[in-house]
């Protein structure tokens, strides 16, 4: 058993970080880096006959995986503040036979945060933006904006108080679905690109906007844009919370490095009640305090 161990780990960790990188060395780091947030959901859920799973099979064919060593390599292995025992905690949780846990796209409960630079009132600043995939009753998907948070965003209690802080965080839901702009549902595949257009179409910018609660620091958001105070510049980074698996939350960032453990990987692990989770998503992510999952 301690033998299969390491072999396995050396599948996954042998070949080092270096400058020049050669043809082989090449295509292996290609092959095992998770290029996309779709593949990482593939590779947690063990998805048969994937680019992954077959390139393996082909090159490796003495080693077979199992879901619970596939997933283990799917952390960051250089974030040594994720403790070992709660990775293994979090392992036989979602690999229980009998009640196993997956993740997918059209979850209701994960997030992507998208750091973003911006120009407010001609001056360069820092905006984060919080997107969620949302589901018409026709069951097409889009990304929209949930939650904002910025430092020109934050709510003066005197100066906004009126504007904001008395308006009710809860917009009634769109029956219709039927608004006219929107972005794409693979938005995340190309690094959500397409966000600018929240900001170039602003007067249908509440196109753009999540239906159901919003927070004081949204509704400050879509008022600057609509007052033309906000240029949108690019987006920097982006990472993923996935709050549905029961009793955990991961967070999910990129790695580009000249190494196997690549990629779009778990860099943070919470074990989380339900409570914890809503509070999570107030204090995370600047959702108002009534939950959307």
């Excluded at 063990?46 to 077959?54: G, R």
């Excluded at 392992?91 to 407010?120: G, I, M, Q």
């Excluded at 595949?189 to 919003?214: R, T, W």
Aim: charged residues 25%; hydrophobic residues 40%; glycine residues 2%.
């Amino acid at each position: 058993m301690r033998m299969m161990l390491c072999c396995l780990a050396a599948l996954f960790y042998s070949t080092k970080s270096t400058a020049q990188v050669k043809d082989d060395d090449f295509n292996i780091l290609f092959a095992f880096e998770v290029h996309t947030i779709d593949d990482f959901f593939e590779r947690f859920n063990f998805k048969d006959n994937t680019a992954f799973q077959n390139y393996v099979s082909k090159n490796y064919p003495g080693n077979n995986l199992t879901r619970s060593q596939l997933i283990h390599n799917l952390f960051n292995s250089k974030n040594l503040a994720v403790k070992k025992d709660e990775i293994n905690s979090f392992l036989t949780s979602v690999t229980d036979t009998a009640f196993p846990e997956f993740v997918n796209y059209r979850d209701t409960d994960w997030y992507a945060e998208l750091h973003c630079k911006v120009l407010y009132r001609n001056k360069p600043k820092k905006l984060t933006l919080i997107l969620k995939v949302e589901q018409s009753p026709q069951k097409f998907f889009r990304w929209s904006v949930v939650s904002a948070k910025a430092d020109f965003l934050r709510i003066n209690q005197t100066k906004d108080s009126l504007n904001y802080l008395q308006q009710p965080p809860y917009i009634k839901p769109d029956s219709t679905f039927s608004k006219k702009y929107f972005l794409s549902p693979v938005s995340h595949a190309l690094d959500f690109m397409d966000v600018d257009n929240v900001f170039l179409k602003k007067s249908h910018v509440d196109d753009y906007i999540y239906n159901g609660p919003q927070s004081p620091a949204l509704q400050k958001l879509i008022d600057q844009i609509k007052n033309s105070e906000i240029d949108f510049v690019e987006v920097i980074s982006v990472k993923y919370h996935l709050l549905k698996i029961h009793s955990w939350i991961i967070v999910v960032e990129y790695f580009l490095r000249n190494e196997k453990n690549s990629g779009w990987l778990i860099n943070k692990l919470f074990p989380a009640t339900r409570e914890q989770k809503e509070k999570y998503l107030i204090t995370a992510l600047n959702l108002p305090a009534m939950p959307t999952y």
